[in-house]
């Protein structure tokens, strides 16, 4: 079975070429659009499945350089930008993510872990959904990368979990009996327990001092309150919803908890390699939650974690040189990001936001708050980076809405919240969805529907609920 399907290929291909000789909006360079239709037309050819997305990803980086849209004229550094996506250190860190987890699949502490949250959560389905859940919402006001904490910490342990119902990844019915679930509620949970404090993801820091700027003031303790019934709804509900939309086949897991406790008993003590595992474990949560202080990065931290299990020989250079689907993540991922970051870098970004202000500065600041935040979440589709598109947009549309009357505060906190919930909608849109996707449990197409179908249930929370948690407290 060949991994091109040309039936969908050419399509994109010429729809790429018509996007690529369409004169640009006023405002929009040509390097820009330029970019810009090479990036659409990639996205557009993902969700076709025209080919593997290494192989479209290669073909994307080929083209930027090719046409030297991020360097004119300097055929070095076109090469060289086009490449710049490798060097980036999350990138790097989702990567490493894919190798602590093999230490904990690899020396069946996994296993362990997951056998004694199926023993006391292992009634159903949605219990285990809701057990990581809980330890997303633990875990979040102290490790700052949600990535890390998805990636080192929570993605193990799901997929330990999954295995152990005999769910794998690379069979199409074996897949839907508890690992496509668990993979989205995990994720899910992520980028939930990643609005409800300040310290939970690297975005937020930055909303902070955007709004700062402004003169709103989010400290950590205003923002953990402003946070608190959303959040918690959030976490509640997302469950529930991807349940409906992607049941598990395997719902009543009664039995699965006493065949855990037997289990158990089966592995018998911790073994040498395990207790190696746990350590780096320990070391790796202590570096990710202070390394702020100590001046450690947390990729940084990821690479000593690794480090440590290769020269433990809990893991070998072979085990790294397997691990296929961290190395496939780390092309298109890097591809996705210097698009994205390309975008932003030629002004397309600024464009996009420029137009949004334009098109609603004679509105009700009642009309224009929901069409920002609308704006704001569904934009997300063109970015491969949660931090990035922070960046370029937060402090524009807060400008734009605070000039619109607005309630400053109201707006700073909701698009702080959605700056990490509109992570939903993609597999490649915040830091942990390489991760997980990279799993191979979830199809594009899944990730995309469940995406959109949690995208308007997250809206109606935190514009709803979280609005009316907001006046309660007295923000606005």
């Given at each position: 079975?060949?991994?091109?399907?040309?039936?969908?290929?050419?399509?994109t291909?010429?729809?790429?070429?018509?996007?690529?000789?369409?004169?640009?909006?006023?405002?929009?360079?040509?390097?820009?659009?330029?970019?810009?239709?090479?990036?659409?037309?990639?996205?557009?050819?993902?969700?076709?499945?025209?080919?593997?997305?290494?192989?479209?990803?290669?073909?994307?980086?080929?083209?930027?350089?090719?046409?030297?849209?991020?360097?004119?004229?300097?055929?070095?550094?076109?090469i060289?930008?086009?490449?710049?996506?490798f060097?980036?250190?999350?990138?790097?860190?989702?990567?490493?993510?894919?190798?602590?987890?093999?230490g904990?699949?690899?020396?069946?502490?996994?296993?362990?872990?997951?056998y004694?949250?199926i023993?006391?959560?292992?009634?159903?389905?949605?219990?285990?959904?809701?057990c990581?859940?809980?330890?997303?919402l633990?875990?979040?006001?102290?490790?700052?990368?949600?990535t890390?904490?998805?990636?080192?910490?929570?993605?193990?342990?799901?997929?330990?979990?999954?295995?152990?119902?005999?769910?794998?990844?690379?069979?199409?019915?074996?897949?839907k009996?508890?690992?496509?679930?668990?993979?989205?509620?995990?994720y899910?949970?992520?980028?939930?327990?990643?609005?409800?404090?300040?310290?939970?993801?690297?975005?937020?820091?930055?909303?902070?001092?955007?709004?700062?700027?402004?003169?709103?003031?989010?400290s950590?303790?205003?923002?953990?309150?402003?946070?608190?019934?959303p959040?918690?709804?959030g976490?509640?509900?997302?469950?529930?919803?991807?349940?409906?939309?992607?049941?598990?086949?395997?719902?009543?897991t009664?039995?699965?908890?006493?065949?855990?406790?037997a289990?158990?008993?089966?592995?018998?003590?911790?073994?040498?390699?395990?207790?190696?595992m746990?350590?780096?474990?320990f070391?790796?949560?202590?570096?990710?939650?202070?390394?702020?202080?100590?001046?450690v990065?947390?990729?940084?931290?990821?690479?000593?974690?690794?480090?440590?299990?290769?020269?433990?020989?809990?893991?070998?250079?072979e085990?790294?040189?397997?691990?296929?689907?961290?190395?496939d993540?780390?092309?298109?991922?890097?591809?996705?990001?210097?698009?994205?970051?390309?975008?932003?870098?030629?002004?397309?970004?600024?464009?996009?936001?420029?137009?949004?202000?334009?098109?609603?500065?004679?509105?009700?600041?009642?009309?224009a708050?929901?069409?920002?935040?609308?704006?704001?979440?569904?934009?997300h589709?063109?970015?491969?980076?949660?931090?990035?598109?922070?960046?370029?947009?937060?402090?524009?549309?807060?400008?734009?809405?605070?000039?619109?009357?607005?309630?400053?505060?109201?707006l700073?906190?909701?698009?702080?919240?959605?700056?990490?919930?509109?992570?939903?909608?993609?597999?490649y849109?915040?830091?942990?969805?390489?991760?997980?996707?990279?799993?191979?449990?979830v199809?594009?197409?899944?990730?995309?529907?469940?995406?959109?179908?949690?995208?308007v249930?997250?809206?109606?929370?935190?514009?709803?609920?979280?609005?009316?948690?907001?006046?309660?407290?007295?923000?606005?």
């Open positions: 079975m060949t991994e091109i399907n040309y039936k969908t290929l050419i399509p291909f010429i729809f790429g070429l018509i996007l690529w000789f369409i004169t640009p909006p006023e405002g929009v360079s040509l390097e820009a659009w330029h970019l810009f239709s090479i990036f659409i037309s990639t996205i557009v050819g993902i969700v076709l499945k025209a080919a593997s997305m290494g192989t479209l990803s290669i073909v994307a980086i080929a083209l930027v350089a090719l046409s030297g849209v991020l360097a004119p004229d300097n055929t070095e550094q076109a060289t930008k086009a490449l710049s996506g060097g980036n250190s999350i990138i790097w860190l989702i990567t490493i993510s894919f190798f602590i987890a093999r904990f699949i690899k020396t069946g502490l996994g296993a362990r872990i997951a004694w949250l023993k006391i959560f292992g009634k159903t389905s949605l219990g285990l959904a809701y990581l859940s809980a330890s997303e633990i875990l979040a006001p102290a490790i700052p990368s949600n890390a904490r998805s990636g080192g910490i929570i993605y193990p342990i799901m997929k330990s979990i999954a295995l152990s119902f005999d769910s794998k990844p690379d069979d199409e019915e074996s897949r009996k508890i690992g496509r679930f668990l993979t989205l509620s995990a899910n949970a992520n980028i939930i327990a990643s609005t409800m404090f300040l310290t939970a993801t690297a975005s937020n820091p930055i909303c902070q001092k955007f709004a700062a700027n402004m003169g709103i003031n989010m950590w303790g205003s923002w953990a309150l402003a946070a608190l019934v959040g918690l709804v976490l509640l509900v997302t469950p529930l919803v991807i349940k409906r939309v992607i049941p598990p086949t395997i719902t009543d009664k039995q699965a908890s006493i065949e855990a406790s289990k158990l008993k089966e592995m018998g003590g911790i073994t040498r390699n395990e207790w190696f746990i350590i780096t474990f070391i790796l949560l202590f570096l990710w939650i202070f390394g702020s202080v100590i001046n990065n947390a990729t940084t931290t990821a690479f000593i974690g690794v480090s440590i299990l290769l020269i433990s020989q809990v893991l070998n250079w085990d790294v040189k397997s691990e296929k689907s961290a190395w993540t780390m092309v298109w991922f890097s591809a996705l990001v210097m698009m994205a970051s390309g975008l932003n870098a030629l002004g397309f970004i600024d464009w996009f936001s420029g137009m949004v202000k334009a098109q609603i500065s004679t509105l009700s600041w009642r009309i708050f929901p069409i920002i935040i609308l704006v704001y979440f569904y934009s589709y063109i970015f491969a980076s949660a931090t990035a598109h922070v960046a370029a947009m937060y402090a524009a549309l807060l400008g734009v809405g605070i000039s619109l009357g607005i309630p400053g505060g109201l700073a906190y909701m698009l702080a919240f959605i700056g990490s919930v509109f992570g939903t909608l993609t597999h849109g915040h830091g942990p969805a390489p991760v997980l996707f990279g799993s191979g449990y199809t594009v197409k899944e990730w995309w529907k469940t995406g959109a179908i949690l995208s249930v997250f809206i109606l929370i935190w514009m709803v609920i979280g609005g009316a948690w907001l006046k309660i407290i007295g923000v606005f």
